[in-house]
Structure formats: C-alpha cells, structure tokens
T-cell receptor, first 112, second 112 residues
Framework: GENVEQHPSTLSVQEGDSAVIKCTYSDSASNYFPWYKQELGKGPQLIIDIRSNVGEKKDQRIAVTLNKTAKHFSLHITETQPEDSAVYFCAASPGGNTPLVFGKGTRLSVIA | DADVTQTPRNRITKTGKRIMLECSQTKGHDRMYWYRQDPGLGLRLIYYSFDVKDINKGEISDGYSVSRQAQAKFSLSLESAIPNQTALYFC???????????FGPGTRLLVL
C-alpha cells in the first residue's frame, strides 16, 4: 500500500520568510495530492491540492509542486504570517476507492 | 451550521467502559471516515464507509467498531476502552468518487 513520508516534523520561520514542507510517496499509481492545515482545536482543512497531470499549482501565497519521477511533492508558503502557524499534513491517493494516506504532519511556527 | 459535526467534543471515561462517538454531516456525501490523531503519528484511518451497506477496516481497526446508521451518520464505538485509546478522533466525509475529504472538529477522548 501507499506510504507517505513528511519532513520536517517541526519548522520555525521568521515572519515574512518562506516555508517549505516536503513529502515523498511510494505508490507510483497515486495521482491526487492534497495539503491540509490544522489550526489549534480544529479539524484539518484542505488548503490546496494537485493532480498528477499538473506539475505546479498556486493559490496566492501558497503553492504545491509535484515531481512524479522522484515521487515527491512540496508545499511552499511565501511571505509567511503569524496566522500561518499550524500543523500541515500532506496526503496521497491512487484515487477510486482508495482512501487518502496522510503524512505525519509538520508543525509550522511563524515568529513575529 | 457546520457541515460535519461530532459529538461529544470532549469525553473522559474509565478503562473498560463502552463509549460511542457520533458523526453527522449535511454535505450529502456518501463516503465517511474515522481517524485517530496522536502527537507525532499524524492521522491514522480506523474505519471507512462508502455507503450505508459498506464498512471497511482501516490501518488501526482493532479495539474499535463502527455503525453507519444512515447516509448522514457514522458512529465509532470503543467496546472496552483502554488508556492507549486516549487520542483526538476525527470524522471526515467525501463525495462520490472524490478523494477530497472534509473533516469535523474532532472529539478529544481521555481514557483513565
């Protein structure tokens, strides 16, 4: 089955700097890669996703890149703000009836 | 009103007690999931259901059972709670043939 590795487990950045979180997956059939943000006391919320027919996707200050050959994908947050502080999860799925497999999460702290 | 609701939000119970966590959704989704979150271990899938008559075990189903009472309701039971089931539990839903999952606010469970 699919296995998703996520790094780093914790990340601290200064406000205004960029943050990058990386994930690798094992199943070459995986074709859907979402990123979730979990704020304190809340459930994870989808912030951006990408499918395997696309190499990069942007939404304002966040972007996701996908390298199918290397089987890794990354979340990029530019101009970080204190409200970006949260736990971020990556996930992968081969689609169809296979549920998402999540990475172990990255705790991002943005220091003002 | 929230699309995915979980009750209770917090629960303290004793070892050996049977407890039930409930999840309801108004999104009209057919697929529902139960996850467990532990610090450093990410989101681990307990059970999932693609429709009322479909129940599937996830990665860590031992010690848990589920019931899909209706399309909108999916309950998780701990038949005889033990301390290592202390965790944060999340319910999630997704639409037919769609991988994107939408999470509830979570239930924090403490087993003494």
């Amino acid at each position: 089955g699919e296995n998703v590795e996520q790094h780093p487990s914790t990340l601290s950045v200064q406000e205004g700097d960029s943050a990058v979180i990386k994930c690798t997956y094992s199943d070459s059939a995986s074709n859907y890669f979402p990123w979730y943000k979990q704020e304190l006391g809340k459930g994870p919320q989808l912030i951006i996703d990408i499918r395997s027919n696309v190499g990069e996707k942007k939404d304002q200050r966040i972007a996701v890149t996908l390298n199918k050959t290397a089987k890794h994908f990354s979340l990029h947050i530019t101009e970080t703000q204190p409200e970006d502080s949260a736990v971020y999860f990556c996930a992968a799925s081969p689609g169809g009836n296979t549920p998402l497999v999540f990475g172990k999460g990255t705790r991002l702290s943005v220091i003002a | 009103d929230a699309d995915v609701t979980q009750t209770p939000r917090n629960r303290i119970t004793k070892t050996g007690k049977r407890i039930m966590l409930e999840c309801s959704q108004t999104k009209g989704h057919d697929r529902m999931y139960w996850y467990r979150q532990d610090p450093g271990l990410g989101l681990r899938l307990i059970y999932y259901s693609f429709d009322v008559k479909d129940i599937n075990k996830g990665e860590i189903s031992d010690g848990y059972s589920v019931s899909r009472q209706a399309q909108a309701k999916f309950s998780l039971s701990l038949e005889s709670a033990i301390p290592n089931q202390t965790a944060l539990y999340f319910c999630a839903t997704s639409g037919p043939g769609r991988e994107t999952q939408y999470f509830g606010p979570g239930t924090r469970l403490l087993v003494l």
